[in-house]
């Protein structure tokens, strides 16, 4: 079943076989990258959150209209920051086993193929 998918796959893109497994492959190194990106900038928006939160201590008669925009763009730091943080765990399974999500990529494709 996965082998005939896969010979499909290949046959429909004009490429053998041992080069599409190559180029899966490669394609998870990139999602992990992206993911590594993702990560980072979650990191930088809790970062960012954080000294926010010590301005805010710091300066206790700010008006309660600034308080209020303040909260909202913490909350969508921290929202960025949980992806962030997701993002991190996905990049580094991509890293560790490429393979399986190729496969799983691979899997994807060919469900349509044989239903």
């Known amino acids: 079943m996965a082998q005939t998918g896969v010979t499909k796959m290949a ?9 599409l497994w190559r180029i899966l492959i490669k394609q998870q190194y990139v999602e992990a990258v992206g993911n590594f990106i993702l990560a980072f900038i979650g990191m930088v928006c809790f970062y960012a959150l954080y000294k926010i939160a010590r301005w805010v201590v710091k300066n206790p008669d700010t ?18 920051g949980v992806m962030g943080l997701f993002g991190l765990y996905e990049g580094i399974a991509h890293m560790i086993n490429p393979e399986y999500y190729a496969i799983k990529d691979i899997v994807e494709f060919i469900k349509p193929i044989n239903n």
Request: glycine letters at 14%.
């Open 11 to 19: 046959e429909s893109m004009g490429i053998a076989v041992p080069e």
């Open 63 to 80: 008006s309660d209209g600034l308080i209020l925009a303040i909260m909202m763009g913490g909350m969508m730091l921290a929202v960025l």
